[in-house]
């Protein structure tokens, strides 16, 4: 029987190469917009809070990165699927551990603008858009089991 899948799938939190996050922005046409070189790409990321990318045999094919101070907000952005990998749960799966680093340290504001048609999709995993008039959408969460982590002054 063939192997499944999540046996040759690897997850890392570390910078991945820039040749290959060059090739995943650009087969999900977000470089359209921007037109930058792979070397501006790369360095953006550098500037990231915490990343993960998700490789199937060696080939990144998952992407997602926080932009935050650490303590008190978070910002999710790029996040990406290969479109021959969409739709088998690595999204939901790289959002998970972008919002589980959040929630380890504490970070109580978690946010993101959804890009037009995927609400339902971070809907599924745990956000829900702000009020009416407020843009972005925030993870909502748990009051019975996510306590901040943060010592409260005095106590
Ligand atoms: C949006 C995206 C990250 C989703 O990743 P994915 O790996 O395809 O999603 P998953 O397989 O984890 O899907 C989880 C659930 O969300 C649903 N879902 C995924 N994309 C959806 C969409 N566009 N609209 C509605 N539901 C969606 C799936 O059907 C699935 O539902 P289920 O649990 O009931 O089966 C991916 O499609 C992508 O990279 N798109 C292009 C880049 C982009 O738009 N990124 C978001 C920027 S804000």
């Not at 999540?6 to 991945?16: L, N, T, Y």
């Not at 599924?124 to 002054?153: I, Q, T, W």
Request: glycine share 10%; aromatic share 12%.
């Amino acid at each position: 029987m063939e192997p499944v899948v999540f046996d040759r799938i690897k997850v890392s939190s570390g910078m991945p190469e820039m040749a290959e996050y060059f090739s995943l922005y650009s087969a999900a046409e977000w470089n359209k917009g921007h037109q930058l070189s792979p070397d501006a790409f790369y360095r953006s990321l550098q500037g990231s809070w915490y990343m993960i990318g998700v490789y199937f045999e060696g080939r990144l094919v998952g992407f997602g990165r926080i932009i935050s101070d650490g303590i008190l907000h978070a910002h999710i952005v790029d996040l990406m699927i290969h479109p021959n990998f969409q739709g088998c749960g690595i999204g939901s799966m790289v959002l998970g551990l972008l919002v589980d680093q959040c929630r380890r340290v504490g970070i109580p504001n978690i946010r993101l603008f959804s890009e037009k048609g995927k609400t339902a999709f971070f809907a599924k995993n745990g956000f829900k858009a702000r009020m009416s008039d407020c843009s972005g959408m925030e993870y909502v969460l748990d009051e019975s089991n996510d306590k901040p982590l943060h010592d409260a002054p005095n106590g």
